[in-house]
């Protein structure tokens, strides 16, 4: 009986700490998959003798 309320008191413990951490988690997830979605500008730009840092920021700066 007491692995079975200790269970419990772990999944809601999880489930509280999961809130929280949404705020964290969700912008987290969205840069990765912008990154990922610009990532062929920035190569492109890159092939053309572009240095990498200058060519990401020119990427961002016309998303704005």
């Known amino acids: 009986m007491q692995n079975v309320a200790l269970s419990i008191l772990a999944a809601l ?3 509280v700490l999961l809130r929280y951490a ?12 912008i990154a990922f979605a610009l990532n062929p500008f920035v190569t492109l730009l890159e092939r053309t003798h572009i240095h990498r840092g200058i060519a990401a920021a020119f990427v961002v700066t016309l998303m704005a």
């Open 13 to 15: 413990a999880l489930l």
């Open 22 to 33: 949404q705020e964290l988690f969700i912008p987290l997830v969205l840069s990765i998959l």
